[in-house]
């Protein structure tokens, strides 16, 4: 296998900053990505007419309105407020698994580093909206149903709880590093023609990925503002 | 059938010691253990997965009508069932 990265010719990354490089590099294409949309949008009236073929502003408005009709889905209607949250969440790490099959880039989804980084916000994020959407009261979700189950399912709450960031980061980390292992294993044994698969497949675990991470994200939301308990 | 088994079985512990003499430090066992994390773990979790699959196919030749909301509570079970096997490949590399 290959251990070479295109970010390492960037001056003063070494060889432990290079998920760091690639974040840094991808956030900053889907940072320019974001202007060049809200450039194409236009203003006014303009803004509001739909695109007449497939453009950046095209693949904006199909994109959002997949995220939002998903929110709808999974939060309800006091989702819409965190649709720009998912979306930017989906985007980020779609592009970062992506830049992984360019070949010689390792994506900074393939670091556990970045992958906790994703869960433990996702994990802040729920408890702060469950908080400010029941107050102290949030604090009843975790202890069950029942009165007299109540010191069984706080521990159990617990874990569950605090499992949650670590097996959304490892989730992430271990398909990508999975898919980019079998995708090597694979260019060494036969080296032309077959690897093509293991790119088509590489793709659809990169939006898989992306997909999953943000519709738990979702789910863990509703459940923490959720009022019919 | 059983001798066989155990032929298997006793060449497989005679080899270990072999791996064991290339002054890594670890017991040899290691590929082995790796080997077998992920196996089983792919074994249980694709059945899972395939139960799940089968369960999702049945409900929409039952009503296709309700693909669409057949569809993340499926995605979410795959996920769950996934997840396990991922911690198991995550074991297997630590040991390898």
Redesign the interface.
Known sequence: MVHFNWTQLIPGVGHDQVHVATAIAVSAGLVLFAFAGRLALGHGEAAIEPAKKFSIKGFFEVYLEAISGLTD??VGEEGKKFVPMFAAVFMFIWINNLAGLLPGMTPATDNLNTTIALGLFSFFLYNFYGFKEHGLAYLKHFLGPLLALAPLMLVVELISHIVRPL?LG??LQ??M??DHTVLGIFLVLVPYGVPVIFYLLGMFVSTMQA??FT??TM?YISMAISHDH | MMTRLLLTVATIMATVPAFAEDGSGSSGWGPLAAGLAIGIAAFGGSLGQGKIGASAMEGIARNPQARGDMFIPMILGLVFVESLVIYAFAIAFLVK
């Open positions: 889905m999974v097996s490892l989730r271990g398909n590093m999975g997909f999953v519709l738990l789910i």
